[in-house]
């Protein structure tokens, strides 16, 4: 059973950072392409960034610069650093498995002015 278990939101000024981390499991997560995804109150969820299983990253433009996105395999966990936080990255943050309909149940990030 594929299941992804997201943490690491909260509250935070803007300018300041977060960290969020994924952990999966029923996959094989070495191979597995991973992603972060984010849903704004009356908006699309659209994606944030992307991590290939040889780490090449993607990002949108939006955060580009400001957010980070890694992979420890040893632990099948994907992390987002979020960095230079603003009140428009308020969102629930998803992750997901590239390719496939897995979601976790999100993790709230709300930055406040």
């Known amino acids: 059973q594929v299941q992804l278990v997201e943490s690491g939101g909260g509250l935070v000024q803007a300018g300041g950072s977060l960290r969020l981390s994924c952990t999966a499991s029923g996959i094989t997560f070495t191979v597995s392409a991973m992603a972060w995804y984010r849903q704004a109150p009356g908006k699309q969820r659209e994606l944030v960034a992307k991590?290939?299983?040889?780490?090449?990253?993607n990002y949108a433009g939006s955060v580009k610069g400001r957010f980070t996105i890694s992979r420890d395999n040893a632990k099948n966990t994907v992390y987002l650093q979020m960095d230079s936080l603003k009140p428009e990255d308020t969102a629930i943050y998803y992750c997901?498995?590239?390719?496939?309909?897995?979601w976790g149940q999100g993790t709230q990030v709300t930055v406040s002015s």
């Open positions: 991590i290939r299983s040889g780490g090449f990253q």
């Open positions: 997901n498995i590239v390719g496939n309909d897995y």
